[in-house]
């Protein structure tokens, strides 16, 4: 019995260039692409119809568009997906900002095509302008709330991708939080 290929393996392959690793390698993390997506769409509205798969495959076109990604492990990868399905809702949330607000017509793609309330549109669009703020005085904090919230990666996991102990995790993680509380209540204000 062969074992399973090795994830990070298949990632440097790919990012050498190795087409066969990438069709080896998608199916591996599939699942946790759906993981990713869903954990998503658990913190929206109960109304938003935005699929899961639909959003797995938008971050996958995007996903295998980064051709000078030198990969270096399982979390690096999935914290990337992370960011990129992030930015899949908040441009999909802008959009929808900006028809409410009068905008004119957006192409937008398929897996786009979604109901979302106005008020999570704007929660969302607050979040990110909050991220922006932190990234601006503290980049590590803003890419651990990315990763835990939006990449649904375990502290130890974000400790792997950022480089630094799982007790500095816990405490960006505590501190950007309380931080982002007050800015976002701030912005909706």
Same mark, same amino acid.
């Given at each position: 019995m062969s074992s399973p290929?090795?994830?990070?393996?298949?990632?440097?392959d790919w990012?050498?260039?190795? &087409?066969?690793?990438?069709?080896?390698?998608?199916? !591996?993390? /599939?699942?946790?692409?759906?993981?990713?997506?869903?954990s998503y769409m658990r913190k929206e509205d109960p109304d938003h119809t935005l699929q899961t798969t639909a959003l797995v495959n938008e971050a996958y076109l995007r996903l295998i568009d980064q051709?000078?990604?030198?990969?270096?492990?399982?979390?690096?990868?999935?914290?990337?997906?992370?960011?990129?399905?992030?930015?899949?809702?908040?441009?999909y949330a802008r959009d929808r900002?900006?028809?409410? &607000?009068?905008?004119?017509?957006?192409?937008?793609? !398929?897996? /786009?095509?979604?109901i979302m309330s106005a008020e999570k549109s704007?929660?969302?669009?607050?979040?990110?302008?909050?991220?922006?703020?932190l990234s601006a005085i503290d980049e590590r904090k803003s890419q651990v709330v990315?990763?835990?919230?939006f990449g649904g990666l375990s502290v130890e996991e974000t400790s792997e991708v950022l480089?630094?102990?799982?007790?500095?995790?816990n405490r960006d993680w505590?501190?950007?939080?309380?931080?982002?509380?007050r800015e976002i209540s701030n912005e909706l204000r």
């Open positions: 290929p090795d994830i990070t393996a298949l990632l440097v990012s050498k260039g190795d &087409r066969t690793a990438l069709d080896k390698l998608f199916p !591996l993390v /599939e699942r946790e692409l759906h993981r990713l997506a869903h051709k000078h990604t030198n990969w270096q492990n399982r979390a690096h990868f999935f914290g990337i997906a992370a960011q990129i399905m992030r930015r899949i809702l908040l441009n900002h900006r028809k409410k &607000r009068g905008g004119h017509n957006v192409q937008v793609s !398929l897996s /786009e095509v979604a704007e929660e969302l669009i607050a979040l990110d302008e909050a991220l922006e703020k990315t990763l835990r919230y480089g630094v102990s799982s007790v500095t995790i505590k501190m950007a939080k309380a931080w982002l509380s």
